[in-house]
């Protein structure tokens, strides 16, 4: 089946530090791809999505691209601030009906 | 705009029992899913709903259900609970469109249910 992977944490990092948190997927057929962001207490939210292949995603300083050839989407982000610090979830989807696969979750902590 | 809305936000239940939880999805969203999450297993799919439909489902036990009413809010439903349903259970809404799968899940803060 479907899976995603993502480098464990948690990620410490001064502010103003440059961010990649590594992403890679298994999946059969065209999947899009997606990173979510979930600051403590609260729900998910769509940080950035790519939908092909060489797409890049990008939104608030972060990017990320569709790599087929390495099946990755790697989310990098240049000057991170305190306010970045939060688990970032990898994840695809495949059909309609809104079923995510998601990555296990990445915490970063940036610290001041 | 309102965003989704669970309820309640914090639940205790005894083994066995049974629990319903509740989202209200943004208005106009006609799509409603459910996820699990856990330390142990991260964040599961469980079903979604789509015009009172169930359109997808996730592998998880027959004792998790749910359904989705006319407005779109939709409520599962756990029964027989046990230790390993303790979980943050969370709801996301969208337009739903079934040609667009990219269509983003707006997420709603969850409901946290400890099973003792």
């Known amino acids: 089946g479907d899976s995603v992977t993502q480098m464990e944490g948690p990620v410490t990092l001064s502010e103003e530090a440059f961010l990649t948190i590594n992403c890679t997927y298994t999946?059969?057929?065209?999947?899009?791809l997606f990173w979510y962001v979930q600051y403590p207490g609260e729900g998910l939210q769509l940080l950035l999505k790519a939908t092909k292949a060489d797409d890049k995603g990008s939104n608030k300083g972060f990017e990320a691209t569709y790599r087929k050839e390495t099946t990755s989407f790697h989310l990098e982000k240049g000057s991170v601030q305190v306010s970045d610090s939060a688990v970032y979830f990898c994840a695809l989807s495949k059909a309609a009906g809104n079923k995510l696969t998601f990555g296990g979750g990445t915490r970063v902590l940036v610290k001041p | 705009k309102a965003g989704v809305t669970q309820t309640p936000r914090y639940l205790i239940k005894t083994r066995g029992q049974q629990v319903t939880l509740s989202c209200s999805p943004i208005?106009?969203?006609?799509?409603v899913s459910w996820y699990q999450q856990t330390p142990g297993q991260g964040l599961q799919f469980l079903f979604e709903y789509f015009s009172e439909t169930q359109r997808n489902k996730g592998n998880f036990p027959g004792r998790f259900s749910g359904r989705q009413f006319s407005n779109s809010r939709s409520e599962m439903n756990v029964s027989t609970l046990e230790l390993g349903d303790s979980a943050l259970y969370l709801c996301?809404?969208?337009?739903?469109?079934?040609?667009?799968?990219?269509?983003?899940?707006?997420f709603g803060n969850g409901t946290r249910l400890t099973v003792t």
């Open positions: 999946a059969t057929g065209y999947p899009s």
């Open positions: 996301a809404s969208s337009r739903g469109d079934s040609a667009d799968y990219n269509s983003p899940l707006h």
């Open positions: 208005s106009g969203h006609r799509s």
